[in-house]
Structures are given as C-alpha cells and as structure tokens.
T-cell receptor, first 116, second 114 residues
Framework: GAVVSQHPSWVICKSGTSVKIECRSLDFQATTMFWYRQFPKQSLMLMATSNEGSKATYEQGVEKDKFLINHASLTLSTLTVTSAHPEDSSFYIC????????????FGPGTRLTVL | DAKTTQPPSMDCAEGRAANLPCNHSTISGNEYVYWYRQIHSQGPQYIIHGLKNNETNEMASLIITEDRKSSTLILPHATLRDTAVYYCIVRVVMNSGGYQKVTFGTGTKLQVIP
C-alpha cells in the first residue's frame, strides 16, 4: 500500500522559533497533500491542501503566514510553523491523495510538536 | 457533505466480533462510506469503503443497509491492537477529476478488553 512518512516524529522547541515538518510519499507521486492538526482528545482538523507547484489552499481560520506550506516536488511537502507559541503545540499529520480505485488519502504517522 | 453519527465509545471482548455502527441518513446517491481508524498517537489508517454493496477485505467487513442510511463496520475477531478511534466518513468520489477531502467527525472510541 501507499506509504507516507513524516519527519521528525516529535520536536520540542522554544517559543518564538520556527519548526519545519516534512511529509514524504515513499512509493508514489503525490500531486496533492494535506495537513491536519489534532489537539488532545479532539478530532483531526484540516489546515490546508497542498498542490505540487502551486500555492496551498488554507482552511478558514488558519493563518497562512504562520503555517507556511511548500510542495516543491511530487514526493515532498513541508509545513513550517513560524514563530511558534505554546498554543501551537499539537499533533500535526500530513496525508497524500492516492488516485485510482480508492481515490482517498493515506496518512503519515504524525509529528508531535511541543512549544515551551 | 452528509453528516455521520457514531456512538462515542464501545467496548468489545478480545476475540469477539466488534460491530461499529454509523448513521448517515442524509447520504447522497454518489457518496461513498469510508472507514478509517486512528490508534493512539498515530496517523489515521484506511480500513474499507463501499457504495451500496457489502464489502470485505483482510481487515474488516462493511455492511451497508439497503436504503444506505446506515452502515456497520465489523472487525470479526477483535484484538487488543484494534483499540482505536474509528471514523465513519461519507464523501463523493468524483470521476471528473475533482476531489473531496477527507474530513473527520468525532468517531467511536473502541476499547478491546482482554
């Protein structure tokens, strides 16, 4: 099956610093990737849709200048949390669209971000 | 999107079948039923999907009622590793090249008990 990886799996940073999270499709090309955020005991909330070679589309209420998304290749999308604050601490999950029979998304293992 | 309703939590004895219900009474004719699960601190995992026929794969079976207003995910022999939050999602599969994103509700927290 399609495999999506994320790096790092967890990160701790100081308030005010920026953190980059990588999402890779390992065995397929992903023209469309998605970024979700999940706070403790809550469901996943879609943050943005990332299309290779074009600007990301952000969901309502998500600050595009704070959550920078780059999808420079067919196998890599990155999410940069700029000037992170403790309220940005969350579980960030990426996924990639898989075409064909399923036409759905495969998800990465997630990145736990803790901002001190 | 059609909304789904799932019980917030369920218990199941290890080795028994786990039957997880989902109501989607406003489902449209072109909307499929998808099931995902999320084990604690991991990304969601695709389980199965269907339109109107019952489906089975190596992980589970999906039973969709004839009027398509509800469905049941069946894990035939639940193990401790099946403890997770299970999400029932309805979404359109577009043949025209468009794509409907996967959005999550609150799901059912299944606890498999030894």
């Amino acid at each position: 099956g399609a495999v999506v990886s994320q790096h790092p799996s967890w990160v701790i940073c100081k308030s005010g610093t920026s953190v980059k999270i990588e999402c890779r499709s390992l065995d397929f090309q992903a023209t469309t990737m998605f970024w979700y955020r999940q706070f403790p005991k809550q469901s996943l909330m879609l943050m943005a849709t990332s299309n290779e070679g074009s600007k990301a589309t952000y969901e309502q209420g998500v600050e595009k200048d704070k959550f920078l998304i780059n999808h420079a290749s067919l196998t890599l999308s990155t999410l940069t949390v700029t000037s992170a604050h403790p309220e940005d601490s969350s579980f960030y999950i990426c996924s990639a669209r898989v075409y064909g029979f399923l036409d759905t998304q495969y998800f990465g293992p997630g990145t736990r971000l803790t901002v001190l | 999107d059609a909304k789904t309703t799932q019980p917030p939590s369920m218990d199941c004895a290890e080795g028994r079948a786990a039957n997880l219900p989902c109501n989607h009474s406003t489902i449209s004719g072109n909307e499929y039923v998808y099931w995902y699960r999320q084990i604690h601190s991991q990304g969601p995992q695709y389980i199965i999907h269907g339109l109107k026929n019952n489906e089975t794969n190596e992980m589970a079976s999906l039973i969709i009622t004839e009027d398509r207003k509800s469905s049941t995910l069946i894990l035939p022999h639940a193990t401790l590793r099946d403890t997770a939050v299970y999400y029932c999602i309805v979404r359109v599969v577009m043949n025209s090249g468009g794509y409907q994103k996967v959005t999550f509700g609150t799901g059912t927290k299944l606890q498999v008990i030894p």
